[in-house]
């Protein structure tokens, strides 16, 4: 069997290789750092088994963020014998081999796959890839992965190399340089012998600041060493008179840029891509915010309709089902209970929350892939940015108002902690399509549309504040925007369904179980008439505090398993459908905005475990909790005059 | 010498020095852009928004604020 480490520049195709190749089990992205876990796949070409390791898009392996780290941690920390499939974005060449040339350090069996040779074409860019594989003394393979051509090619190559000891030819740095690189190596000694890493690799890495490589290094020397290490290192630094890892770094560039001259020939760029033009709408100061607002209408639109069509027809099925179970378990029984939860419970997930999900992360995928979702976080840095937040964190906030457990999930995007926590928090408070079905048929209905729109904007008002606070509080300097701005390109549409596959599953098997588990709660809460003792408890707050009546206390824990019960809970709870006969206009609202913001709902609580970790998730709960209280009572008070 | 975030749409501008912490000067040099780089600005937003400027074949929006501790001269 084979080990193959996928590693490649974001946006250099390196994810649609190992898609085309494995199929349902990675996500390939093209906004730098999403893939932030890495994926593996084993599959069989002509008989020989490959495992194929997918590492995160790294620009370069001296890390700066959690993505980067993992793959260098990943080449660290791997025992096996493994070889390296570098994938490079040919229309960026120079940039892309700064990488490769670090790569080569590893000395490590390597093959090279010129990537997006079209692209490179187009822009009038000719690569001569055997001259290239020459220099680096590695097979080079021209590819269009998105096509799938040269990918056989590739693993042809790639199943006979092993084989060959070829060595890599590695890059040669100024005399100065390489001095550094052997007093470092000789003070090293004996103590990386044991690794399957060249000590030239981490040598350099080790001048160049790696925190990694400074980590491992601290463990295997005694404190003396260790310091006289750093002393050397910093005795240069102040002799060279710029910072080392700049100093390497543009070594490096210079060198990518002379093999560049070497091995391509430009010419002139075929007539002007008619996707480039594309980006004087989409980016435009006037044309790319209209743009920007019909797209996510029609994203919007789409999305609702799929779901108003799709629900109904699931809904009716199981409740057939239920029905079904009724007769034979007798409707009284604490079985029929139990197993009435649990369906419940399943066919909501599959029936209530899937049909808005899928086509939700269908465009989405969409939106990642053709390079569009870069230009919707160029668009919105700057309102962003004055809420405190990255341009990115537009990502998790769109998908809240669908479903509150993608949103927390795709944090993932954001490289800052200080970032991800404050997005993960807001994303909880903005309303999701449960929430929106209990502010329309309570509020909307009972009061009127407007004043449902209204909810909507002190959500979003409350949304920008609560950045806005939280960002003091934290205090740190969120990182620049930084982002590159892809090529558009046409997704493949076996790429989007595995993606859209594989955060749908993401979803089911965090939200599932406890949609299922909430349900049965529920159903144990009427069978065991543990209601009203339940709603004695909580008056103290619900009609106390918050001046409604005692009856809606159960609701108020429903909603914690399951928002989208919430109304229906309600109509229960009363004994009727006409909430005025048992509630004032000014209760309904309070009410309505008490949920809209009280308590993250258990799915997402699960999700924000696994994100931000418990203590955040329970921060995150207790703040959205004390945002909750203070309108409701803010409302309760306000409503004496109307 | 003036910042990147105050030269105009379509002039070259030739980096010279970036005031600021370490972080980003890490990821700006990861995506190319370092003493001496000659960047072409593409694009420029209202109301301070990101930039874009292109070399060596790619595309990089670069955030307002960041841009403004980019220094350098228009070539």
Known sequence: MIKVLLIGQPNSGKSTIFNSVIGYKSISSNIAGVTVEFTTGKTVIDYRTFELVDLPGTYSLISSDEAEALAVNYLLEEKEDFLILNVIDSSVLTRSLELTIQLLELQKPMVVALNMIDDAERKGIEINADKLSEILGVPVIKTIASKG?????????ISIHPRFITKQNPFYYSEGAENMISDLKAAFMDKFDGLKISKRFIAIQFI???????????????????????????????????????FFHKERH????????????VGQKRKKDFLVKLDDIFMHSFWGYLSLASIMFIMFQAIFSFGGFAEPLFLENFGKISDLLANYFGQDSLLHSITHGAIVGFGGGIAIVIPYLLPFFLILAFMEDTGYLARIAYLLDSIMHKIGLHG???????????????????TRILKSRKDKFITAAL??????????????ALVGFFISIKAAIMIYVINLIIVAVSGKILSKIFNEVSPGFILEMPKYHLPSIKVLLNKTWYRLKEFVVIAWPLLIIGSIIL?????????????????????GILGLPAIVGITLIFGIMRKELTIILLFAAIGTNDVLKVM????????????????????????????IKLSNALLVSFFSFVIAVILAVFFRFIGVFF | ???????????????CDIISDKLNEVNLMNLGISQGIILEVVRKSPLKGPLIVSFGGSEIAIGYNLAEKIFGKRV
């Open chain 1, 584 to 611: 004032t206009v000014s209760q309904i609202f309070s009410y309505t905005i008490f949920i809209t913001f009280y308590v993250p709902c258990l799915a997402t609580f699960a999700a924000l475990v696994k994100e």
């Open chain 1, 392 to 410: 990115l964190s537009v990502v998790p906030l769109i998908l809240g108002y669908g479903c509150t457990v993608p949103a927390i999930i795709s």
């Open chain 1, 427 to 440: 994303s909880t408070l903005i309303p999701c399509t449960a929430r929106m079905t209990t502010i329309f």
């Open chain 1, 523 to 543: 159903e144990l809460i009427n069978y065991f008439n543990l209601t009203s003792g339940i709603n004695s408890f909580l008056s103290p707050f619900t009609e």
């Open chain 1, 254 to 265: 210079l060198g990518a840029f002379q093999i560049f001259e070497e091995v391509a020939k």
């Open chain 1, 208 to 246: 160049e600041n790696n925190l990694i490589i400074h980590e491992k290094c601290k463990k295997l020397f005694l404190k003396e060493e260790f310091e006289n290490i750093i002393e050397m290192v910093q005795r240069y630094e102040t002799e060279c008179g710029k910072k080392l890892n700049i």
């Open chain 2, 1 to 15: 010498m003036t910042s990147l975030a105050k030269t105009e749409k379509g002039k070259k501008f030739k980096v």
């Open chain 1, 149 to 157: 051509i040269g990918v056989s090619e590739l693993f042809d190559k």
